[in-house]
């Protein structure tokens, strides 16, 4: 470890340019949402976009199985086989898992779903994080499983362009993918680096936001594709109006404020914020509901020896929680699988799953109807309850926010957003806002990363939504605690100081940077300048040590080459990107060094 020292930080002078390589000649722009539930891709030649930039094409008929199941996306899931080479993806690994676990011959299989959660608020995540498999047994490392899926979607993506469109080399593309806007930066850096792993050039990569992609694609939507409310034609996105996104995911909501300007140019005027409140939360209610009918060791026993019928039971209960209404009364009836019932009388010593409910208290809310069992709709609508009720305050929340004044409209994106009983709790809520919610919302987000891709430079400003700082060592000052004191060649020091680059909240410009330091090794014979990077949600920390503070990373620039004289380096952040930038160069010569991020040091 390399400690650094702050010496007097010099004012920029230096107008820097670091977005120019987005604009090289894309002459097709590809985008992959890889979502915790579902997953998609979409593309558009830049000669469409610039005609008519909504023309843009996604592969919308994935088709699940025998059930005729077509939807717009797969499901985010993956197969390998006992080897751990890669084996399929998507509606194609569910069916085959399943198929497996019929035959019993699944135990050597490894199977992965609903993953990307493990990056969420993740602040230890490394490049061998690892994470379990279905089976809970096995484990394999979590950025190989991302980019098998993102490798997967890849392919798909280029062969589907191949059979429509010849004459295209694969470096022709310029890809992006999209992360939520709450992601950490460890996060969005291991998504880089899986895309790399699945054969995407790094130099050809975007990352977008998702609320941010969805708003692009809500604001070129004509406006008999929404929903509710309407498009651009009803002054939503005319200059000086705000609005809030709330991308409504299957694994985590993420909300944006922004404000357009003139020019049609957007800029963020509440940093991304939100939680663990998607669509999952309300399947996994739903099989809490269901335990509490039949008992978890009936559930156990189910889960593990009747896969595909679990994932009917799963398909089934997806397709009526988008449907089922606020105002709905009466009753939703689920097909219930006959090895449910036979794994009841197992456990049960013989008894009657249908005779059993009717001693518990959920007697009165449900019955049979053939192998169907009907539940009152009100228990139903309970699942949603506390989810909708987590997204309703935080919106408010956040409106509430002096940031936030003028902010007279929603939108609604995200397969979740597709949910019922979901818009109803926001159009309650918010009967005073205009909730504008787009015909397909789960491909809002694809969509609008496409045009991102063509067009990064839409958005101007976001807001930082932690405190940046590095960690030096400086001077002795009064009221500096004393364990922080250490000395070196006879004078005083203090270690652990949290050196601010930029605040939570404060507004900064895409490409511009901040504050750039000079630092030199404490030591010599360094070869490597290595910078420790912290965040904290506190506006103005002392110390690195504090509860608010994380460490992020780590800045490396390497010195070789350099006299020891010449170790003196300027480095410059940019935080307003979607993906935080560095540049370092030799104070003395103005040489360029290679400085680099690592996120991933944990
Ligand atoms: C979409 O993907 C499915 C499944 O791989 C494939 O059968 C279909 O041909 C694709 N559709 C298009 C338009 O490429
Ligand atoms: C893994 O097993 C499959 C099926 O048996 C085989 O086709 C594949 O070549 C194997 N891969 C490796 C890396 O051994
Ligand atoms: C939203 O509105 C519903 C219906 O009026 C109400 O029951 C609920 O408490 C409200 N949620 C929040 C978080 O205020």
Redesign the pocket.
């Known amino acids: 470890m390399a400690y650094c020292q702050e010496y007097d930080p010099k004012d920029s002078n230096n107008d820097s340019d670091f977005s120019v390589s987005y604009k090289s000649n894309k002459i097709l722009v590809a985008a992959i949402d890889f979502g915790t539930t579902f997953s998609g891709y979409a593309f558009s030649f830049k000669s469409w976009f610039e005609t008519d930039p909504n023309k843009i094409v996604t592969n919308s008929t994935w088709v699940a199985g025998q059930k005729n199941l077509i939807s717009l996306k797969t499901p985010t899931c993956i197969l390998l086989q006992p080897n751990k080479s890669f084996h399929s993806f998507g509606y194609e690994a569910e069916e085959k898992y399943a198929e497996l676990a019929l035959e019993e011959e699944h135990e050597d299989w490894y199977f992965f779903k609903r993953f990307k959660m493990s990056l969420f608020n993740n602040t230890t995540l490394s490049r061998d994080t690892e994470i379990p498999d279905d089976s809970g047994n096995k484990k394999m490392p979590a950025q190989k499983i991302f980019s098998h899926g993102i490798r997967f979607l890849k392919n798909h993506l280029v062969k589907h362009l191949e059979s429509s469109h010849t004459g295209l080399n694969e470096s022709d593309i310029h890809w992006v993918l999209t992360v939520p806007a709450i992601w950490n930066d460890s996060a969005k850096q291991f998504m880089r680096e899986a895309a790399s792993q699945a054969g995407i050039k790094d130099t050809h990569l975007m990352i977008s936001l998702e609320p941010e992609a969805a708003a692009m694609y809500c604001r070129i939507l004509p406006v008999e594709k929404f929903v509710s409310g309407g498009g651009g034609n009803l002054g939503v996105f005319k200059p000086g109006s705000k609005y809030m996104v709330a991308d409504l995911g299957g694994g985590t909501v993420d909300i944006t404020v922004q404000e357009v300007l003139e020019g049609d140019n957007l800029k963020e005027l509440h940093k991304a914020s939100g939680g663990a409140w998607g669509g999952t939360k309300v399947d996994e209610n739903f099989m809490q509901m269901i335990v509490k009918v039949v008992g978890e060791p009936v559930i156990q026993r189910f889960k593990c020896d009747s896969k595909s019928d679990e994932l009917d039971l799963l398909r089934e209960f997806e397709i009526k929680k988008r449907s089922i209404r606020p105002d709905a009364t009466g009753k939703t009836a689920f097909r219930i699988p006959i090895s449910l019932t036979e794994a009841f009388e197992e456990i049960n010593n013989g008894a009657d799953l249908r005779q059993s409910i009717k001693q518990t208290p959920y007697a009165k809310h449900m019955n049979w109807v053939g192998d169907k069992l009907k539940v009152d709709n009100a228990m139903i609508k309970e699942l949603f309850t506390k989810v909708s009720?987590s997204i309703?305050?935080h919106l408010?929340d956040i409106l509430n926010n002096p940031v936030s004044r003028g902010v007279d409209t929603i939108l609604m994106v995200g397969g979740f957003s597709e949910c019922a009983m979901i818009q109803e709790?926001i159009k309650?809520?918010f009967s005073h806002m205009k909730i504008i919610i787009p015909e397909d919302a789960g491909l809002a987000v694809v969509k609008g990363a496409v045009l991102f891709g063509h067009n990064p430079a839409t958005i101007v400003s976001r807001k930082a939504k932690y405190t940046y700082g590095v960690k030096i060592t400086r001077d002795f000052k009064e009221g500096d605690p004393q364990d922080k004191k250490y000395q070196v060649k006879g004078r005083n020091k203090c270690s652990d100081v949290f050196s601010k680059h930029v605040e939570i909240g404060q507004t900064v410009k895409v490409g511009e940077s901040l504050n750039p330091q000079s630092y030199f090794p404490l030591h010599s014979d360094v070869e490597e300048v290595v910078v420790p990077l912290y965040i904290s949600t506190d506006e103005d920390p002392s110390y690195t040590t504090e509860p608010s503070c994380n460490y992020l990373g780590k800045i490396v620039v390497p010195l070789k080459g350099s006299s020891v004289k010449d170790k003196e380096i300027v480095v410059q952040m940019t935080f307003g990107g979607t993906e935080m930038t560095v540049e370092a160069e030799e104070k003395k010569s103005s040489k360029k060094l290679r400085a680099q991020f690592d996120f991933l040091d944990h």
């Open positions: 009720d309703v305050q408010k709790a309650t809520n």
